[in-house]
């Protein structure tokens, strides 16, 4: 298997998706944030990988993945990660999705339950309305000039440089700045800066999140669901966690972390996510539970489903 540090490449649908995959065992698929890529999670895929298989791929438009003028919706990225998964010949996954990439694994969750074993939210978007004022402005014309003037070669290193400075400072406030360096760096790419607007522009506006999965929340009754945040997350707050379909979740609060917990206790981040995958057994799609969920639209549809179902038999439903 290749070293954790490498990045593969697959061309799909006249794409290059770079990719990182490593160890053995079942499919844990790792989806990171906005602007991010795949290196995000470097500090956890060793010891992930030591239980699982980890595929931790650069979103289309991010990293070292092609930025074309393509599809950048939440629907988008959900199928391009079934068919990166479906090349990779990988059937079914646990999807952990961080902050965009939260909403990604919830769509992908949606989309393709019947590939999908259990989600881990981190930090996730699409839970609520608020997020920091750095990602919408993203939306507001004329941004894109702003960003290329902010990250003009004579002072991006400066820049950068002291936002790694004040990361290492104890201020809270400034935990996640060498996270925010990087991605500073990146938007200097004007191909970088058009993707990343383009997908700030299908999930939220200058007034925040428009796109949420929280009328749909009731289908993870079906699945199981882990939530982990920062409790000191300056992007997107912490109380959202309140908002996750908590009838099926376990919702763990770190303290001490801002908006990547995975970096700040990346041990305790990967015994959470150990110890969800052995405490929960893979979902089972089966159409007739789906379909009576659907029906009804609401967190008490199990109730009224006949137990033949568990056993295999579809319900009839007037």
């Given amino acids: 298997m290749e070293s954790v540090e490498d990045v593969q490449y697959l061309v799909v649908h006249g794409y290059r998706r770079a990719f990182r995959i490593s160890g053995s065992g079942p499919a844990l698929l790792l989806l990171h944030g906005l602007a991010c890529d795949s290196s995000t999670w470097l500090d956890v895929i060793p010891t992930l990988s030591e239980h699982f298989t980890v595929i931790a791929p650069d979103l289309l438009g991010h990293g070292e993945s092609d930025k074309p003028d393509a599809d950048y919706s939440l629907g988008g990225y959900a199928n391009g990660m079934r068919d990166l998964l479906t090349v990779l010949g990988i059937d079914k996954v646990t999807v952990v999705g961080h902050s965009f990439g939260g909403g990604v694994a919830m769509q992908f969750a949606y989309q393709f339950p019947d590939r999908t074993e259990r989600v881990v939210l981190v930090s996730t978007g699409g839970l609520g ?52 360096a990087r991605i500073y760096e990146s938007l200097a790419d004007r191909a970088t800066r058009r993707a990343v607007q383009r997908v700030t522009s299908h999930v939220l506006n200058w007034k925040g999140q428009f796109v949420t999965m929280t009328d749909r929340s009731y289908l993870a009754r079906l699945m199981p669901v882990l939530v982990v945040w920062g409790s000191d997350d300056m992007v997107i707050p912490a109380k959202h966690a309140d908002f996750a379909p908590t009838q099926v979740s376990d919702v763990h609060v770190l303290n001490d972390a801002g908006h990547f917990p995975h970096k700040d206790h990346p041990e305790e981040f990967c015994n959470l996510v150990t110890a969800f995958i052995a405490a929960n057994e893979p979902a089972h799609y089966h159409r007739g539970r789906w379909r009576a969920l659907l029906r009804r639209g609401d967190q008490y549809a199990l109730e009224s489903v006949p137990a033949a179902v568990d056993q295999g038999v579809e319900p009839a439903i007037s």
């Fill in 129 to 180: 309305k608020e997020v920091t004022p750095l990602i919408r402005f993203l939306t507001v014309p004329g941004s894109s000039a702003a960003l290329a003037a902010a990250t003009f070669r004579p002072w991006r290193p400066l820049v950068a440089a002291g936002m790694r400075a004040l990361s290492r400072t104890p201020l809270t406030a400034t935990r996640d700045l060498d996270e925010v």
